[in-house]
């Protein structure tokens, strides 16, 4: 099948460099005629598609030209009534949705385990966070999605809520029922904002799960650059909504995002919808032929166990396997490292493969890899681990225990993590990858929080914030 289709930014772009065009404008590096003789191969022809808003090649803040069309085409491939290219990552478009819709004061509904991305909005907001507890999974030992009980329920206490800001899928790959989430909050026309980082490529369809937006939500922030053939902080955003102010949205948007936006992300995500619209029947079955190999291999070794999702639902890109041996997670993950195998992220017994969105006749290295994995795993026996910590919140509602408007003036202290409990924490500790907040600033510290860090720290885990987290102080707010 004959794989060309309109990419109007990239194509703008490479006639563009053709012209072999003199710059007496910024970048600096005059289309890589001025740099460092280091960068030669690996980076210098790209700089050739490093423009900025020239004649020809559009403005992103704005789009009349090019850009205008190739968002039109993304948005006509997500049926969505508007689509934005971001340039920022995924984290400038959940800032900008959620500060579009919220104030100072308002109540939001917020799933626990967000992207601090979701958080930081909430902040700048000055929102005020109601939290909602995703369910655990038993086998995989992870949090999942939110349960549409919880956010009924939620919804009953806080009928006055500006949105519900939900994560799908969640990390892993694993999904929930969102479109009963979304049915049940327009009932009361509330809005859904849904971080769908790791789906941008849900919209071919099944096996995959359905797309955020094909279900209903008001807007959708996916990253791109995560599952398509997309540069690093390409995301789009997408808006199907009546309950969302278009021109407010629009504002935040220009606001966030940089006044000289990358002309290389943008037609690298220009690019990663043309690859998109061109996936067919062809190339999904050469795909999943080719993840089931893989996975079927993996399953063969002994000390590891490829996870399986809920009821099979969940997203074919992502493979988990978990320790079967008496290595942790992030061992597992250090010791794939030892034979230039980097995977996504571990955790204490997971380790998170994102396999590639392969085309019919595109070679990958997965029988390499399993060769190496096994390699890097033949000295190990299957052993049990003892020291599984089931968590199991009190409160599936809750809130801060001090609001973002309070805690701006308060004096902190650093206390042990032995005498910690019940203190209200002064810092955010995110786990990281995923990126997920453990402990946020403004909440109160409770004894399943402070086991789970304990074994994050007893296992390698990797912090951002917690400054003195390795020295076993936590941040918190002196009483008043």
């Not at 893989?294 to 890109?317: A, C, Q, W």
Request: charged share 20%; with cysteine; aromatic share 8%.
């Amino acid at each position: 099948m004959n794989k060309q289709i309109n990419v109007p930014l990239y194509n703008a772009l490479v006639e563009h460099a053709r012209k072999e065009p003199i710059s007496f404008h910024v970048p600096g590096h005059k289309y890589g005629r001025v740099m460092d003789a280091s960068g030669d191969g690996f980076f210098q022809n790209i700089l050739m598609l490093d423009a900025t808003e020239l004649s020809g090649l559009d403005d992103l803040h704005s789009p009349e030209g090019a850009i205008l069309e190739a968002q039109t085409l993304l948005a006509k491939l997500y049926q969505a009534a508007k689509s934005y290219f971001l340039i920022n990552g995924s984290t400038v478009g959940n800032l900008a949705m959620i500060m579009a819709v919220c104030s100072e004061d308002d109540i939001v509904l917020v799933q626990r385990n967000c992207h601090k991305s979701v958080l930081n909005a909430v902040s700048l907001a000055k929102a005020r966070p109601i939290f909602l507890e995703p369910e655990y999974n038993e086998e995989w030992k992870v949090a999942g999605g939110v349960c549409p009980a919880t956010v009924k329920e939620a919804i009953r206490r806080y009928p006055e809520a500006k949105a519900v800001i939900v994560t799908y899928p969640n990390y892993y790959g694993m999904v929930n029922d969102l479109q009963a989430i979304v049915e049940h909050a327009h009932l009361h026309n509330i809005p859904v904002l849904v971080d769908e980082a790791h789906g941008a490529h849900l919209v071919i369809g099944g096996p995959f799960p359905a797309s955020a937006v094909s279900l209903g939500a008001d807007i959708v922030v996916q990253s791109a650059h995560k599952t398509l053939p997309a540069m690093t902080m390409g995301s789009f955003l997408h808006v199907n909504s009546r309950l969302i102010d278009m021109d407010k949205l629009g504002e935040y948007l220009a606001m966030f995002q940089s006044s000289s936006p990358s002309y290389p992300i943008m037609a690298s995500l220009d690019l990663a919808r043309g690859y998109l619209e061109t996936y067919n029947r062809n190339d999904l079955s050469f795909m999943m032929d080719e993840i089931s190999g893989f996975k079927e291999e993996l399953n063969k070794i002994p000390t590891i166990k490829v996870l399986d999702f809920p009821d099979g639902r969940g997203d074919l890109l992502k493979v988990t396997i978990q320790s079967r041996c008496s290595l942790t997670g992030f061992e597992l993950q250090k010791r794939f490292e030892d034979y230039s195998i980097y995977t996504e992220l571990a955790d204490p017994y997971n380790v998170l493969f994102v396999l590639p969105l392969l085309q019919a006749g595109q070679a990958y290295p997965f029988a390499e890899t399993v060769a190496k994995i096994k390699q890097s795993l033949e000295t190990e026996t299957i052993s049990n681990k003892a020291d599984y910590v089931r968590l199991d919140p009190e409160h599936k509602i809750s809130g801060l225990a001090l609001g973002y408007k309070v805690i701006d003036n308060l004096e902190t202290e650093e206390t042990t993590l032995e005498t910690a409990l019940e203190r209200v924490c002064a810092e955010t500790i995110i786990p990281y990858p995923p990126g997920i907040p453990l402990l946020l600033k403004g909440e109160y510290i409770t004894r399943d929080k402070l086991e789970q860090l304990q074994l994050l720290l007893t296992r390698g885990a990797r912090f951002q914030g917690g400054s003195m987290i390795k020295q076993g102080l936590l941040k918190v707010f002196r009483a008043p």
